[in-house]
């Protein structure tokens, strides 16, 4: 049996993943789209890799970090990058990354527009974040993700509303102003009075080292009429 006679890890590492233009690059709460891979190269010449979690607004802190030399990679729906090696994470260290996203998402004027039939619809305009020709494969899915929660994503929304499009109907949507209404099944609609938070997600046959990774919208918040 052996002692665990390691201090607690209280170091800080934090930052932003943005694109070339500086814009957030808008992942789901938790792992599932965008994340920071993390190899400890001040504990081991060959460590295992773990990861930190991406915000929704693409920016990301961790508290409860070792002092130590580590690699960094960001992975998530993007070009692939090597990430920073040789990052000395002592006190509050602050690491941001640019990367080139598949596809930017930016919300039209107006961004969404409630329906008399309890639907919603969400203007959007999606374009390539990438020049890269390897990465240039067509847009193969455009969803209207739909929550009762601020934490809307791929990983959190209603299926009764969310619109899907795929094929040809969401590669229309590449490089125009394009809008996609909610769904209203079974009965299911959005309530008068009540809070949604709405956003639009897209991705195509790549999806970079995260699976089924989608790019993001910012979430918008909707009060029902």
């Known amino acids: ?31 599932s789209s965008v994340r920071i891979k993390m190899l400890d190269y001040g504990y081991s010449d060959n460590p295992s890799e773990y990861y930190l979690n991406v915000g929704m607004d693409g920016s990301y802190i961790n508290h409860k970090t070792f002092a130590s030399t580590y690699t960094m990679v960001p992975q998530g729906p993007f070009v692939p990058v090597a990430g920073r090696e040789n990052v000395e994470v002592r006190g509050d260290t602050e690491v941001d990354f640019v990367v080139e996203p598949f596809f930017v998402i930016e919300w039209g004027e107006p961004a969404l527009i409630p329906n008399a039939n309890g639907t919603v619809t969400a203007n959007v305009r999606i374009a390539r974040g990438t020049d890269n020709p390897a990465y240039q494969g067509d847009l193969s899915q455009v969803l209207l993700f739909i929550s009762t929660t601020q934490y809307v994503g791929s990983n959190n929304y209603d299926t009764r509303l969310t619109s899907v499009l795929t094929g040809a109907a969401a590669n229309a949507f590449l490089n125009v102003d394009a809008s996609i209404t909610s769904t209203a099944s079974n009965g299911v609609e959005l309530q008068s009075g009540y809070t949604y938070y709405v956003r639009v997600g897209a991705r195509g046959a790549m999806n970079g080292e995260v699976p089924e990774a989608y790019n993001f919208s910012e979430a918008k918040k909707l009060v029902m009429p």
């Open 1 to 31: 049996m052996k002692v665990d006679n390691y201090a607690a890890p209280e170091e800080t590492v934090r930052g932003r993943i943005v694109d070339t233009e500086g814009r957030p690059v808008f992942a789901n709460a938790g792992s």
